[in-house]
DNA sequence: TCTGGGGTCCTAGGACCC
DNA sequence: TCTGGGGTCCTAGGACCC
């Protein structure tokens, strides 16, 4: 048995809470650069689409008294791990899924006591200590538990926040009830595919044939009708797995059209690159870098390219990292044009102390790299981040997002702590 | 003027092997 | 007229998730 718990509007929610003042006003939150809507309080969402440009619907804002913010990223992380720190103390095994959702393994759990009473005491502990509020779902497998849970936020006034879809008939009435793009796995393609077969509801797709499934889509599709016939076929992962690659990438505040700027970025998101790989502790081999002008400026000539290099020795050092994705950007960058994004992807991993040495590597390998990182990394953790830089990074970074609504960091920093009057 | 930033998994097809 | 059969590995692209 499976619980899916996931924060109401979490990024809007972490506003809020600091904020008693908006209470029962529509609040959005705005990706980077303020460029899209990718958080709703239940007062927004009537009226405001997800996913759209802010610049499209500033004058909608305006007329219904929305509250816009910048995402203040450091202040959800610190609040997710609050609510994350919670609900591991009250379940024996849990998985994070998202930084606002966590699957609850509740084998045991069931022999003891009453599911649903245990998803109230979730979310009532978690509100007390956060004062976020969670939908709990819990059904059987890790699909039906997300459907619950989906029942759970939709029909909150009737459930209280928490729906047991264990019995089968609850579930069958369920899926009757609900659409086919409601399903955890299902994109809006697969809806599209599913529907022009005549498969609309979530029923009709429990009850498809799986050689059906298998034909005309895939193993992916095949394993979600199964989970939704509650058959397991999603382990809970209690441990994340190794990375397999990492990527740094950011929209312009400004469009970049200068050499100088654009490789300040790349030197940037580098840096950052290898600051990630270095927490997996791992090496990575494959480093590429990638420009791009933005795909809605029509009135200009689109351009987006990328470059990669394979190192012989795999590396975990900054220095090799910038170098490569500096080199990847001398060969696609082109003048003339309004950049409105760049980034360094890393890949090909190997895990520390089994990196081969490459017999035939003219670039030896860098003496005391290790303890130079370990120096770097040390520094900037316990001085915060950009305490040490590396001088192609730039110093004024002109190209920086833009955040104007930005809150403060209320849980993070003295500075930001919120003053009551 | 202005449209996010990460990730994962699977499949098909090409190159290559004997 | 007619040119096999069985594999592996890698990559690009497409789908999905938050």
């Known amino acids: 048995m499976f619980a899916l718990c996931d924060v109401n509007s979490f990024y809007a929610s972490c506003e809020t809470v600091f904020r008693p003042d908006l209470k029962g006003r529509p609040v959005v939150v705005l990706s980077n650069n303020d460029g899209c809507v990718i958080a709703r309080s239940a007062e927004a969402k009537p009226f405001v689409k997800m996913g759209e440009p802010y610049f499209k619907q500033k004058d909608l804002f305006r007329r219904h008294g929305v509250v816009c913010f910048s995402s203040n990223y450091e202040l959800y992380a ?67 538990a997300k459907l619950a849970n989906h029942a759970a936020k939709r029909w909150q006034r009737q459930t209280g926040g ?22 955890w796995g299902v994109g809006r393609r697969i809806t599209k595919n599913l529907e022009s077969l005549g498969i609309k509801t979530v029923l009709q797709l429990a009850d498809t044939d799986i050689r059906f499934i298998r034909k005309h889509f895939n193993v992916v599709l095949e394993r979600t009708v199964r989970e939704l016939r509650g058959e397991q076929c999603l382990e809970l992962e209690e441990f994340a797995p190794v990375k397999q690659d990492i990527i740094c990438s950011r929209s312009f505040g400004d469009r970049i059209t200068a050499y100088e700027d654009m490789r300040q970025a790349i030197c940037s998101h580098a840096t950052r690159a290898a600051e990630k790989l270095r927490n997996e502790h791992q090496y990575c081999r ?13 009135n200009e000539p689109y351009y987006g390219n990328s470059a990669s290099v394979k190192l012989l020795t795999p590396t975990q050092d900054s220095r090799d990292i910038i170098l490569a994705a500096t080199r990847c950007l001398d060969t696609i960058w082109k003048n003339g044009c309004r950049y409105q994004k760049a980034g360094v992807m890393l890949g090909d991993f190997y895990s520390q102390g089994v990196a081969q040495l490459n017999l035939f590597d003219e670039n030896a390998p860098r003496k005391n790299s290790q303890k130079l990182m370990d120096v770097l990394d040390r520094l900037n953790t316990e001085d915060g981040r950009g305490t040490l830089y590396f001088a192609g990074q730039g110093i004024q970074q002109k190209w920086q997002m833009k955040r104007e609504m930005l809150s403060p960091r209320y849980t993070t920093r003295y500075a930001d702590l919120l003053t009551v009057k």
């Open 78 to 144: 610190d609040m997710s791990n609050r609510v994350m720190t919670t609900l591991e103390e009250m379940s024996p095994r849990c998985e994070i899924y998202s930084i606002d959702e966590l699957f609850c393994d509740l084998t045991g759990v069931r022999n003891c006591r009453d599911l649903t009473e245990f998803g109230r005491e979730i979310r009532a502990t978690v509100l007390q200590r956060t004062h976020l509020t969670v939908g709990v779902g819990i059904a059987q497998t890790k699909t039906l």
């Open 162 to 183: 928490v729906v047991d879809l264990s019995n089968v008939d609850r579930q069958r009435k369920l899926m009757a009830a609900l659409s086919v793009e409601e399903v």
């Open 286 to 298: 494959f480093i590429s870098a990638f420009v791009k002008t933005s795909p809605f400026a029509h």
